[in-house]
Structures are given as structure tokens and as C-alpha cells.
């Protein structure tokens, strides 16, 4: 039996008529090398958004800045005209420059040029969800989220998600506007968002961790593949699954620019660790 991203559940996005399954997709690595530049192959690059949505997935997240614009002008070629219960979700609050640096910018008139740019890629009127890129806890929130807040009132974004924040930002983007998700940084050993997660649970507000499968050490990978060998899956899936069970709020959005691996992927979505897995796998942060 096919296994499809519906297997993760679904998450209602809180104060919207928005629900997607748990499982979704990152466009991220559709583009070339560290996400600049067009991809290697762009037929199958196509073709992986394509299936992604034949095995359930229908939360897509990109940003106009991955490639620059390769992912975004891929979404469209391969899904445009859109299935109704697709959900795209995009980043803004940088650029790259020719070199393929990252350049982070939040002035109001490029977080404005930002959103129109995706719009018209993607070849949509409104975008349903928009990260606001912060780049760490030094950066004021309050002036670009008050450029969100008036791009939400005039129709061009419907709802607002904030990435790279620490509790207190996102308290100060939670007293400007409604916040529907927070993307970060947040892994199987990179575990500094833990409250953070369970608050927003507590309040039905999304998380979404980027790099979800990154950073570990040779001895947290060699327990990792201890865990997945004994249960007969992959490292990769056994680490998602755990994603999963960390908290009914998260939505994982894994990225390849492979059908087989994303077939791995979603099949993380089936998978189910038990007490003694989960027990191992949460040691494994404490590991150096």
C-alpha cells in the first residue's frame, strides 16, 4: 500500500479555514547548489512536486529567494493551476547576491516588493501564509512585522508566520498581528526550542523546524542508525517520525529534488516509535 503524507494527521492553522497534513514539503532544494542557481535537472525537479502532491502532500513551503526565484517559477510550471486544498507558504526578509550570499534585508519597501514578486511567480492574487525572516535575537521585529500587519490589511497576505525568533520576538510579532507558525532551527539534537514548542501547542500555533535532519555528531549519528537498523528503517525516517511525536503542533517540511527520496520521506509519516525508540531518542541530544 502507497504510504502518503496523510498517515502524519492534520493541524488547522489557528484563526484560519487552513488545514494541511503534518507531512508536507520544502522547496528549498529544487534549486541548484545551496539553493542558487537552476537545479541539475529540471524535469525531475518537476516531477517531485508533482508527486508530492500524488502522495498527499499539500503543504508546500518556498520562498522567492531560494535560487533566486527557481523554485517558485518550478511551483508554478509543474502544479499551476493549483488543486484548491494546496497551501503555499513563502519566506521573505532576504536576497542573494551574485555570488549566492544571503543578504538580509526587512525594509518596508522590500518586504513590499518581496511579496509582490511572489505573487506574481507563483501566479496567485493572495499568499496564504508569509514567514517573516528575522535574523536573530539582536534584530528589531517590531518595524517589519508592522509592514506585515499592513500587507495582511490590504489583501496581499491572508496570514502571518515569523522565522528565526526567540520567545521574545515572537511575543512582540504576537502583540502586532495574529502569528499562525514559527519556523526555526530545531532538530533531534538541537533541542533549544523545547518550551517554546510546547507554549505554542498550548495556543495551537504551528512549528515548523528547518534542517530537521542536520548537525548531528559522528556519535549521534551512529546511534541514530542503532535505533533505525533495529527497527528497519532509515535514519532519516526514524529522525522525522520523531519530529512527529515531539508535538501535535509540528509540521515538518523535509526537501529533496529526488522522487525516491522523498518517497523515504513521506513514508516517515507511517511510522511510529515506540517507548523504548523514543527513550533512546531523546538521549541522544545529551550526546557529544
Known amino acids: 500500500m502507497t504510504q502518503t503524507a496523510a498517515a502524519a494527521g492534520r493541524f488547522s492553522f489557528p484563526g484560519t479555514d487552513i488545514s494541511v497534513n503534518r507531512m508536507g514539503y520544502g522547496a528549498m532544494q529544487l534549486a541548484g547548489h545551496h539553493a542558487f542557481g537552476p537545479p541539475a535537472d529540471p524535469d525531475e525537479a518537476r516531477a517531485v512536486l508533482q508527486e508530492a502532491l500524488t502522495l498527499g502532500v ?105 522565522s528565526t525568533v526567540d520567545a521574545g520576538q515572537l511575543q512582540i510579532a504576537r502583540d502586532i498581528a495574529p502569528i499562525v507558525c514559527v519556523q526555526n532551527h530545531y532538530n533531534l539534537v538541537h533541542r533549544h526550542d523545547d518550551a517554546m514548542i510546547d507554549a505554542l501547542a498550548a495556543d495551537g500555533i504551528a512549528y515548523v523546524p528547518y534542517f530537521p535532519l542536520g548537525g548531528f555528531t559522528p556519535l549521534q549519528s551512529d546511534v541514530l542508525k542503532q535505533v533505525a537498523d533495529n527497527m528497519g528503517q532509515s535514519a532519516q525516517a526514524v529522525a522525522l517520525a520523531w519530529l512527529l511525536q515531539r508535538s501535535p503542533n509540528m509540521l515538518l517540511i523535509p526537501g529533496t529534488s529526488r522522487r525516491s527520496h522523498l518517497r523515504g520521506n513521506i513514508a516517515a509519516a507511517s511510522l511510529t516509535l515506540g517507548a523504548t525508540e523514543l527513550a533512546q531518542m531523546n538521549a541522544i541530544a545529551g550526546m557529544v
Not at 526565484?69 to 499551476?80: G, Q
Not at 499568499?127 to 517590531?142: F, K, P, T
Open 58 to 162: 499539500d503543504h508546500i513551503d518556498t520562498s522567492d529567494y531560494y535560487g533566486p526565484f527557481v523554485t517558485n517559477d518550478l511551483i508554478r510550471e509543474a502544479l499551476h493551476p493549483y488543486a484548491a486544498n494546496l497551501v503555499l507558504v513563502s519566506k521573505i526578509g532576504a536576497w542573494r547576491d551574485d555570488k549566492g550570499g544571503w543578504i538580509l534585508e526587512r525594509g518596508a519597501d522590500f518586504l513590499r516588493k518581496s511579496v509582490e514578486d511572489n505573487l506574481k511567480r507563483l501566479g496567485l492574487d493572495q499568499m496564504a501564509i508569509v514567514n517573516l525572516r528575522m535574523g536573530g535575537s539582536e534584530d528589531d521585529i517590531a518595524a517589519p512585522m508592522q509592514v506585515m500587519r499592513q500587507m495582511q490589511d490590504e489583501g496581499l497576505i491572508a496570514h502571518i508566520g515569523v
